[in-house]
Each structure stands twice: as structure tokens, then as C-alpha cells.
């Protein structure tokens, strides 16, 4: 009686011989392997070149010392914007619309703090921390801003980035950027399904190679 | 053979009756051609897939003694070398003494420019044909958190944009996690410092955790992975980033490679705007101890009950667009304007 699991056996045995195992798996795509992101994209490294001591800025494509025009002409008060220079500043820092809110009048190779002391522009930050200290304060414990190195100080060097290493000082707000390209993944669906007025795609297998025409290559 | 119980003389030799003849014999035959067709599959792999002796010999990663491990670590560079001809550093990062990692989002922060999931994607030799990503990035309405309504596949000309915020989504590393519990053979298990990891050679590829995890955190390799040989990275460790096999289950791992050496994870590093935030629970002088105790805190699918060690957080004082203006006041004394009162600033 227990030749009908012979016989099972033997049916299951003739099928998948004539129907073959899911032979659609392929060990390898072949071909070309996509990588739409170049390198450049994932530069970990800050967005912005800090103002550094002491400061400089390009005039006539010859980079100048503030204090090579500063120390030698007064400069105007600070309800007017000069009629010539710095015309490529963009002051976009919303209630602070004045120079020397940050730099000193005095003294141009230095910022000013909170308490009006000179400052190196080194130690810009502690000019941010005048209207922001809570960002600041945030900042100095890690919690605002961008890290990098270490994740303690105990296995190695801890980087924390300055504001001016993100924020433009003049315009702070954080620039809107480009995004890098979207999923093509198996589970998150296929592009073609979003947004009711693009027309829907035909559904696509991730497995097989994509169409030549259907995905810019 | 058997010296009690009756036995028919002269059976021994043609004893075998025609009935039996048949029965076994198709029962063999059966039997056989069963066996055949199970290891039919077998004939598919790629002449690289067919395991040496040494890799079908091999224990669970917990059971190998350190000069099994070293051997392993050797295979794997080897296989590394023969597919991609890259000298890689293979090793074996395990689990320090008093660390346990947790991961915070800034909400409030994060713009949706995918640089994270690109950078994992590079760090841990994920595959790009077809495509496997760690981490998603949910562009989520204003004022809801209901990830149903959130679109995997924004692609406005710039980001972020005012009527959306950014949900990106990655493993949470469970403190008590339904995909290390489901796991039939242990191929996936917590370790100290609470990441969850999988080991690649044990895994049936059964994908019981996939289904388990409520994040939708783990990826399935239907294919070898394809990686361009140039941009494969070199320093990989046993448990996290090193090349996968085809039909087992991967995960994020924090980069476990990086963090037990004392990195920080890729996706933190390449974050433009600082958004992600990384650390040692335990150490109460860490950014993320300062964060747990400062910031408003919130964990994804917390009624899930499985105790994320990744949380988000909410860090805005103010909209980085003008809001819209406020709706007419109606005033309720006569003549009693509401005070012009500016919230802005600190």
C-alpha cells in the first residue's frame, strides 16, 4: 500500500525533469552593472571653505587682506551699503541686515562676540551664538550640526564642524540641493506608480535587465 | 540473519516474490529519480557558487574557533580576489565591552537628498543591478506620520520642499527583535552592543525575518550582487559588508565595520545638513545621551513593541519658510487689538 509514494515520488520526479527547477533565477544579471551615483556625490567633506585667519577675500581676482583696504579708509556707516565693493555679498540673514552686527568697525581682521570683545574669525561660532545660543549650545554638545572622525574621543579624533562650515554667514539658510536618484528596488514599487498624473507604467521584474528605452542609461 | 521465527525452506535465495520485486523496485526507482530532481538545482549554479569543501565544512560564525575564523576570513578574501580581482582586507570586528549603539534622526533636519542611501549603498557593497538600498527615504506630507502616505520615489528638481517632510528608514536594531526570533537555523542573533547581524553562510534564505521585521529592514539577494569591481570597498568584515552570497538575507549593521573600529556609520558621515546622530547609549556624556535627554524623542511603530534603538527627534524653533498668514481674528473686546507680539528669533 505504500506504493502510491513511489508513485508520487516518481510524478514529481518526471514533472519537475520535463518543467525544469526556476530556472527564471539568474546567478548574475551580466551586462553593464548600473551605478547611477559618481563618487563625487557621497563626498563626505564639509560644503563650505571657512573664512580663515587671518581674513582674506577676492577683489579683482587678487585675494586681499581686509585689512588692506580697512586699515587705510574708514568705512561707511553701517546704514549704507559701500557703492562698490563687496556688491557680491548677498545679506540674507533675516533681522541681522547690518555689518557690523558681527564684524568689528574697529578692528577688520576681527568678529565681535557676544559681549563685544574682538574675536578671531577662528572662533566665529561664538558671533553665531549671540542670537542662537541654543543652536549653539546644541553645537557644543554634538546634538546640532555635522560630525565626523570618531564617534567618542576615547577611539580616535572627533571633528565637529563650525556654522560657517555649512551656513553662508551672510544668507544662512541651509541651500536647497538636488536629490540623487530614487529606488529601482524590488519591494518599494516601481517609479511609473507615483503621482496621479503620470501615466502608470507597465509593471516591471527587477530581475530581468531593464529596457534600453524605458531607464536612462 | 535471524535465527527465530519461522522460515520456509529454500526461501532464503529466491525468496523475493514478484510482488515485492515490483514494489521495491519501483520504490527505487522512485526514490532515485526524487533524489536527482532535488539536486537538480544544483546544476544551475555558476561554476563560482560551488562551495569548497572547506566553505560546506564550515560552522556558524558563534562556533568557530579563532583559527577557523582566520580561515574563513581567508576563503572570503580569496573569493573576493577570483570575482572582482581586489585585495580586500577581510576581518573580524566583534562587539566592545560597554557600548551599546543607538541612532538618532533629526526630523526637522533631514532635506530627502538620498546621499545617505547612496553612501550606504557604496559602504556596503550593496548590490546596483539589480538594485538593494538599506535605507528608504519616505517623502511624508506635512502633519501626519501615517507612512502609507509617503512616496519612495519623489523627484522634485530641488529638495527639500515646503509641503513635505523627510522619513528616511533604515534597521532600528530592536532591542527585542521579531526577526532574530523567527529565525529557524539562529543564522541571525543581537549582539552585545545591540546590533542585530546575520551570518551570510548560515542563512537558508527561508526569509521568515524579512516577513518579521515591522521596519521592512532586511533585503533578500535573489541574484549575486553586482557590484562594479571599482567601486567595490575593500575593507569588509565578516557579519556586515562583505560581498553576498545569492538567496540569503542582508541588513544594515550600523556599519558594524566602521563602528567597532570607532567610526561613525557612512550614511551619518555623508549627511549634508547633520541630520543623523550616533553614539553610545551608555556613556551618559554622548551626543545621543544628550538627545534622549533633551529633545523631544519619538521611536517608529512604537505600539510594535519591539524597542528600537533608533529614534527620531523634532529640533525646529521655527518653519524655514514663512508660514502662511493666520487666519482673521476676531476680536472679543471692542477696540482690544491683538498685540503685535514677534515670536521670531531666539
Redesign the interface.
Known amino acids: 500500500m ?2 502510491w ?3 508520487v ?2 510524478a ?3 514533472w ?2 520535463v518543467e ?2 526556476p ?1 527564471s ?5 551580466g ?5 547611477p ?1 559618481p ?1 563625487a ?4 567633506r564639509p ?1 563650505r571653505e571657512p573664512v580663515r585667519d587671518p581674513p582674506t577675500t577676492v577683489i579683482a581676482t587678487l585675494r586681499q587682506r581686509c585689512t588692506d583696504c580697512h586699515d587705510l579708509f574708514e568705512s561707511r556707516p553701517e546704514t549704507e551699503r559701500p557703492p562698490v565693493q563687496h556688491r557680491e555679498i548677498v545679506l540674507d540673514h ?2 541681522n541686515a547690518r555689518c557690523f552686527n558681527c564684524h568689528a568697525r574697529a578692528d577688520h581682521k576681527s568678529l565681535l562676540d557676544g559681549i563685544g570683545a574682538l574675536i578671531p574669525y577662528a572662533d566665529s561660532d561664538r558671533s553665531c551664538a549671540r ?5 549653539w549650545q ?1 553645537w557644543r ?12 574621543s576615547a ?2 579624533a572627533q571633528v565637529h ?1 563650525t556654522c560657517v562650515q ?1 551656513h553662508d554667514p551672510h544668507s544662512p ?2 541651500p ?14 516601481d ?1 511609473g ?2 503621482g496621479a498624473g503620470s501615466s502608470p507604467a507597465a509593471p516591471r521584474n ?2 530581468e ?1 531593464a529596457p534600453a528605452s524605458g531607464s536612462g542609461e | 540473519m535471524t535465527d527465530d521465527g519461522p522460515q520456509i525452506a529454500g526461501a532464503g535465495e529466491p525468496g523475493l516474490s514478484r510482488r515485492d520485486l515490483l ?1 521495491r523496485g ?2 527505487a ?3 532515485t ?2 533524489f ?2 532535488a539536486l ?2 544544483l546544476a ?3 561554476r563560482g ?1 560551488i562551495p569548497t569543501l572547506g566553505e560546506f565544512l564550515q560552522k556558524h560564525y558563534l562556533e568557530m574557533s579563532p583559527i577557523e575564523l582566520q580561515a574563513a576570513l581567508d576563503r572570503i578574501a580569496e573569493r573576493v580576489r577570483a570575482r572582482y580581482g581586489v585585495a580586500a582586507e577581510v576581518f573580524d570586528a566583534r562587539p566592545r565591552e560597554g557600548v551599546e549603539f543607538v541612532y538618532g534622526l533629526d526630523l526637522s533636519r533631514c ?5 545617505c ?3 550606504c ?2 559602504e556596503n557593497n550593496l548590490s ?6 538599506y535605507i ?1 527615504v519616505l517623502e511624508m506630507p506635512r502633519g501626519t506620520l501615517d507612512v502609507a502616505r509617503g ?10 520642499d515646503r509641503d513635505h517632510y523627510y522619513l528616511p528608514i533604515q534597521c532600528h536594531q530592536c532591542a527585542d527583535p521579531p526577526c532574530v526570533e523567527v529565525c529557524p537555523v539562529h543564522a541571525t542573533w543581537q549582539e552585545a552592543d545591540g546590533i542585530t547581524v546575520v551570518d551570510y553562510d548560515w542563512c537558508i534564505g527561508c526569509r521568515y525575518c524579512e516577513a518579521a521585521c515591522p521596519y ?1 529592514a532586511r533585503r ?1 539577494t ?3 550582487p ?3 569591481a571599482d ?1 567595490l570597498n575593500p575593507r569588509m568584515a565578516y557579519l556586515s559588508n562583505r560581498p553576498r552570497p ?1 538567496g540569503v538575507v542582508e541588513k544594515c549593521t550600523f556599519c558594524l565595520h566602521r ?1 567597532r ?4 556609520p557612512a550614511c ?7 541630520a543623523r ?4 547609549v551608555l ?1 551618559p556624556e ?2 545621543v545621551g ?2 534622549l535627554r ?2 523631544r524623542i519619538f521611536v517608529l511603530k512604537e505600539e510594535a513593541g519591539t524597542l528600537p534603538r533608533f529614534f527620531y527627534y523634532l ?1 525646529e ?1 521655527y518653519p ?1 519658510e514663512p508660514l502662511p498668514p493666520p487666519p482673521p481674528h476676531t476680536p472679543v473686546a471692542d477696540g482690544a487689538e491683538a498685540p503685535e507680539e514677534s515670536r ?3
Open positions: 505504500r506504493l509514494i513511489a508513485a515520488f516518481l514529481l520526479a518526471g519537475f525533469a525544469g527547477v530556472a533565477l539568474p546567478a548574475d544579471l551586462g553593464t552593472i548600473a551605478d551615483v563618487r556625490a557621497l563626498d563626505p560644503l533675516g533681522l542670537c542662537h545660543g541654543p543652536t546644541d554638545r554634538g546634538m546640532h550640526g555635522r560630525t565626523g572622525g570618531a564617534w567618542e577611539s580616535g564642524l555649512c539658510a541651509f536647497p540641493m538636488a536629490p540623487l536618484p530614487g529606488p529601482r528596488t524590488l519591494r518599494m514599487g517609479p506608480e507615483r527587477p530581475l535587465p | 514494489r519501483a520504490a526507482v522512485g526514490g529519480a526524487a536527482a530532481a537538480r538545482p544551475a549554479l555558476e557558487e532635506i530627502g537628498c538620498r546621499k542611501v547612496h553612501a549603498v557604496e546596483r543591478t539589480p538594485e538593494i538600498q528608504r512616496d519612495h520615489h519623489y523627484d522634485p528638481p530641488a529638495v527639500p521592512w533578500f535573489f541574484v549575486a553586482g557590484i562594479p567601486r545569492r563602528v573600529r570607532g567610526e561613525l551619518l558621515e555623508v549627511c549634508p545638513v547633520g546622530k550616533f553614539g553610545n556613556d554622548s551626543e544628550a538627545l533633551t529633545k529640533d524653533r524655514r521670531e528669533g531666539q
